[in-house]
């Protein structure tokens, strides 16, 4: 009979074509990222921003925690410093097409306005936006230029048109993107 040769020629065809997946799954790229572990201005963990860089942009999503339940504008602004208690260190908004602040103003917007995030009842929120045409590095309007970039939430929700922030009130948690 030829069951057992067969039998044992099952095992190793599929041990190898494991092997074959493996291998060329180990020769993929992954997609550029970025982070900022979000801190308020006494010190105290506020969440986390996480920057991934697609062929449409960068998808950027922040969870945060420990803020005032209500709306909070947030933003990416253009220096990677966050300097406490009031993170004004991270600069203006990341801007490199020179526009005005916000979705709702006709010359805007810049490309580190995103949208409000409602914090609920328990103090967290959360959400998930893409900047289009936003590059981690390279390109013509790198995002982790040579001083850098942060994540800022707000007091305040953005009116999305006054230039240049938006009327957001002060800044109550920042932290610094680092690529990788």
Aim: hydrophobic share 40%; aromatic share 2%; with cysteine.
């Amino acid at each position: 009979m030829h069951i057992k040769p067969l039998l044992f020629a099952l095992p190793i065809a599929l041990a190898a074509s494991g092997c074959a997946t493996t291998m060329s799954d180990a020769g993929s790229t992954t997609a550029p990222m970025a982070s900022a572990k979000l801190m308020a201005g006494d010190g105290a963990a506020r969440g986390e921003a996480m920057i991934t860089q697609a062929d449409d942009g960068l998808h950027v999503v922040v969870k945060a925690m420990g803020l005032t339940p209500g709306m909070h504008a947030v933003h990416i602004h253009t220096t990677g410093t966050c300097t406490a208690p009031d993170f004004a260190s991270a600069g203006g908004h990341w801007n490199p097409t020179g526009r005005e602040h916000g979705k709702d103003n006709p010359a805007g917007k810049h490309m580190g306005d995103m949208p409000n995030m409602l914090a609920a009842a328990d103090g967290t929120g959360e959400i998930d936006y893409r900047v289009a045409g936003g590059m981690i590095s390279g390109g013509a309007m790198p995002l982790m230029d040579a001083d850098g970039a942060a994540v800022v939430i707000h007091a305040q929700a953005d009116d999305n048109k006054s230039d240049p922030a938006g009327n957001a009130g002060g800044r109550i948690a920042c932290g610094v993107v680092t690529a990788g």
